[in-house]
């Protein structure tokens, strides 16, 4: 069974600082984290940042140069360093991973950005 935990959100002022976390189980070679979205109030789930299988980082728009993704092998855990945040990064961001076809999600971390 494979489980996503997610961590590191919370309540953060506008133009601040957080890091989530995406540590995956069982620690097996074939779960492939691919990345990070996120859900806003009233609105649908939407990529954030993904990781191909090479290491390559692709970004949506509205996070590029401010939002970094990066992953740590060894613990099968992805990162997701939020600078510069903004108040429309508010909403609930999940972790997604596949082994072979089949899609997982974590319980998602709540991020508040305040004014």
């Known amino acids: 069974q494979v489980q996503l935990v997610e961590s590191g959100g919370g309540l953060v002022q506008a133009g601040g600082s957080l890091r989530l976390s995406c540590a995956a189980s069982?620690?097996?070679?074939?779960?492939?984290?691919k990345g990070w979205y996120r859900q806003g109030p009233g609105k649908r789930r939407d990529v954030v940042a993904t990781?191909?299988?090479?290491?390559?980082?692709i970004y949506a728009d509205s996070v590029e140069g401010r939002f970094t993704i990066s992953r740590d092998n060894a613990n099968n855990t992805v990162y997701l360093q939020m600078n510069s945040i903004e108040l429309t990064d508010t909403g609930v961001y999940y972790c997604?991973?596949?082994?072979?076809?089949?899609?997982?999600w974590g319980q998602g971390t709540q991020v508040t950005v305040s004014s």
């Open positions: 997604n991973a596949y082994v072979g076809d089949d899609a997982y």
């Open positions: 069982p620690t097996i070679f074939s779960i492939n984290i």
């Open positions: 990781l191909t299988r090479s290491g390559a980082a």
